[in-house]
C-alpha cells in the first residue's frame, strides 16, 4: 500500500469562481479522486489553511509519496513547514511537484537554485512530448498528447540539470520547455510536471492523470528497511 | 515473472582447477542458483560454447534481464552477437556486466568508451561501501561489507559518468573503484557491478547475492506497453 | 593556437544544385571561412572522398577539434576511420558532430545508442532556446534565435542523458529536440548540434557561426600534460 | 584577470596552537599565497570576524571566484550572508568549498541535501586518485597523490550525484569518499575538495594547491556577457 498525501494551497478555487468552477472541492481532491482508483494507493489530502500550514512530522511519517499543488501563496508556508517537508524526501520521502510547485518553498529548498522561469498567460496549446520512452512514469503515453490550453511556461528554467528528463513541452506560442523532470536527493525521487493551471481542467486530463499515477509508483520508497546511513556522523573505530 | 538470462564464456571452470572447485557446474549455474529461489524469477544460462556464442534473437526476445560474465575470451564473442545484445538492451532489455564483463564487447558498444581500468591480482581484502543508501540495488545492504579476497580494479575506470552510482570499492593495497554504476541507455537499464574474480568464491557472498538479485528487480523493464519511437523514422504530417 | 580540422561527406553539394549554390566550394569550405577569423584557431578541412574517407591517424594526432557534418553517406564511412575518431575523442580530442552526423559512425559509437529520431522536410521556422545560459557555448546567444527554415528533427532522440543540454529547438509545426547537447566521453567532449541542413543556408547564420566557435573553444583540449591513465592496464606494485 | 576571494572562518588558528603554528596568519592567507604567485589571478581574503561575517554584495560583487572554509563556526554565518553567496552562485560565480565547507550554510543552501557524511579523526594517510584524468581540474596531477595525514571523511556522502566526478580519496583505516566533485547551478560553478583538515599542513601540499589553482580557472566566469535569462520572469508578447 503506497500513502500518498495531497497537499494544495486551495487558495483560487475559493477567491476565482473559474477555478472554483472546474475544481468545486479543491485540486487536491481532484487529484485524490483519480487515485483513490488504485487498489495500492490510498489517498489523504491536506491544505494550507489547516494548522501549522498543513505539514507535520506525524503527516509526513505517515506519507510516502507526498503531491504539492501551489501558486499564490508559497509565502504562506512557512520556513518550518518547508524543512520538514525538504527533510522527509531526503529521508526517503517521495515528492511529486506539480506546475507553479516550481516556486514553492521545498522544492526550491531542494534544487538549491532559483527554479526561475518566464511565463505567459495566453491559453496556449501546449504539445507534451516524451523524451525517454523506456522511463516508467511515461508507460503508457503516446509520442506526445495534447493540452488545449494551459499556461506557458519557458526555459531557461533555472534548475539543476535533471538527473532524467522524461517530457518536453513545445507552446503554440514559441515556447519549449522540460516539462517532466526527475531528480535523486538523499534517499528520497522528486518528479517535477508542468501542467496544472488552475483555470483549465488539466488534472482531468486523461494523459495528466496517467502521468501522476506512474509518478506515484515511480516516486514511493523502493526500499523500506533503508540504511539511516546519511545521518550517521561519527565513524565506530576500534582504531 | 521476470525472465533472467545468465550468460557465461565458461572457459575458466574448466581449465583452471582452482576456479573449477569453486564453481564445478559453472559461475552461470551458481548465480542461477542463488536466483532461483525468488518465486517471480525464471533463470535461464547460456553459455559461449553454444551455438553463435549462445545469444540468438530469440533468447534475447525471451529474456527481461541479461546477467553477463567474460573475462578471457571477450574476443570469441562475435560483433553479431554483442549488436543484438547492445539492441535488446536499447530495446529494452535490463543487462548487468560482472566483474571483467568491463570489457566484453557489448557493455564496451553500449558505454562508447574504452572502459579500461587497472588491476592487480593480489588477493586483496576488499571493502565495498553504499555510495547512494536510498537506491533500490542497495536495500538491504549495511553501510558496507567486506570480502576476504578480490581482484583489485583500480581507477580511473574510463566509463561515462554513471547516471548513478551506487557502490565504491576499497582495496587494502590502496585503490579504489566505482564498483557498482547504473547507466540509462534507450529503453534498457544497464548495471555494472565489479565484485566476481574467478578465482575466489564472490558469488557465494550473501552480500553480492542480494545485490544481484536487488539489480534483476532494478533493470527488469518497468513498462511492458513501451513505445516503439527510437525506432520511428518519419513524422506522419498532414502538413 | 587551436587546430580544427572540418570533415564533410561533400556529396549533396556536387550532386544536388540547391545545395551547390548555397554551398559553392562545400559546407566544410563554409564552416572553415568563418572559424579562420579567429587568430588563435587554425582550420584544415577533410572529406569523404580523400583517401582513407578523409581521417588517418596523422591528420588526428594534428587535430585538436574536429567538426564533423555527414548525412547520406554515413554508410561509405569505413569502420576503421570511425575507430580512428572514436579513439582519438577518447584521448582528448573535442568533437563537434552537426546536424544529420547524430547517425554517423563515430557519433553513433561514442553515445552506445541508436541515436534515432524523427524528422520531416518541411521547412519550418526554427527557434531555438537557451536551456543554460551559463554555460561557455550559449555566451554571447539571446534567450532565443530564429532559423526562418530548417529541417524539422524531433524527441524522441536516442542518446544518453546529456552531461549538459545547452538548447533546444522548437518548430512551428509542433515538434521539439534537445538541439545542443554537451558530452564527457574519455578524456575527450562531445558537442553534438542539431542545425544545419544543407538545402537552407544555416551555415551562414550569425548565431549558429557564434555558437560552432564558441563549441571549438570549449571542447579543446584543456590539458596538454594529460595523464595517459585509462591505457594504463596492470598496477606497477612492489607488493 | 580572476578576482578571487578566499573566505576562512578563522577560528581555529587563534584558539588551537598547533593550527597557529602550521597557519600564522591563517588558512585563508597560506591559500592567498600560493595563489598569488599567478599572474591573472587577483586574491584578497575575508573573515567571519569582520562586519557581517566577512560578506557583503559588494564584496560578491567584486569576485569571480569564491574560496569558503569553514569548520566550527559554520552556525555563526548569518542565513543572509549564506543567502548572498548562494544568489551569486547561481548569478554566474564561481565557488570552491574546501573540506569541512561540506556543511557550510552556502553549500548546503546550494546542494539541496543534508550534505551529511561520516568522519574519523585517527591522522590516516590518503591517497587521492584522478577519477577523470580528461578534467581541467586534474591537469597536472598523476593518477593519485597522497597526503600524510588526514582527517579521515567517508561514504555515504549525501550530496546530488555530481555532474562530474575528478577525485576520489582511500583512507588506510578503509573509508573512500567523493574527494573533488563538481556541480552546475544556474550560471555558476561549484567544486568540493575534501583534503584541508586544519591540524595538518594540507594547503602547504603542491598537489593540493595546483588543484586549488586549477580549480581557481576552472570556476571563473567563462562568460562575461552572460544572459539575464533565469531573472526574466514574464514573457514578452505581442500575441
Not at 13 to 35: C, M, R, W
Not at 41 to 53: A, F, W, Y
Not at 212 to 231: D, G, S
Request: charged content about 25%.
Amino acid at each position: 500500500m503506497i500513502k500518498v498525501t495531497v497537499w494544495n494551497e486551495f487558495e483560487h478555487e475559493k477567491t476565482n469562481p473559474q477555478v472554483g468552477s472546474i475544481y468545486p472541492n479543491g485540486i487536491h481532491t481532484a487529484i485524490k479522486d483519480f487515485l483513490d482508483i488504485y487498489d495500492d494507493i490510498e489517498v489523504k489530502t491536506s491544505t494550507l489553511d489547516l494548522d501549522d500550514c498543513g505539514i507535520s512530522q506525524q503527516l509526513l511519517d505517515d506519507t510516502d509519496v507526498l503531491i504539492w499543488w501551489g501558486h499564490c501563496a508559497h509565502n504562506k508556508v512557512s520556513d518550518h513547514a518547508a524543512e520538514l517537508v525538504q527533510n522527509a524526501v531526503l529521508s526517503g520521502m517521495g515528492f511529486i511537484a506539480l506546475h507553479s510547485a516550481h516556486h514553492s518553498k521545498p522544492f526550491k529548498r531542494l534544487m538549491g537554485t532559483t527554479c526561475n522561469l518566464s511565463w505567459r498567460e495566453d491559453g496556449d496549446k501546449e504539445r507534451i512530448w516524451v523524451i525517454k520512452p523506456g522511463h516508467p512514469i511515461a508507460c503508457g503515453i503516446d509520442r506526445y498528447f495534447e493540452l488545449e490550453h494551459e499556461e506557458t511556461y519557458s526555459e531557461p528554467f533555472d534548475i539543476p540539470e535533471p538527473d532524467e528528463l522524461v517530457f518536453g513541452g513545445w507552446y503554440e506560442g514559441g515556447e519549449i520547455f522540460r516539462s517532466g523532470c526527475c531528480f535523486y536527493r538523499g534517499n528520497g525521487k522528486i518528479f517535477y510536471f508542468q501542467p496544472g493551471h488552475e483555470t483549465f481542467p488539466i488534472f482531468k486530463d486523461k494523459n495528466v492523470q496517467m502521468i501522476i499515477k506512474n509518478a506515484v509508483y515511480w516516486a514511493a520508497p523502493t526500499c523500506r528497511v533503508k540504511l539511516e546511513c546519511p545521518h550517521v556522523k561519527k565513524i565506530d573505530t576500534d582504531k
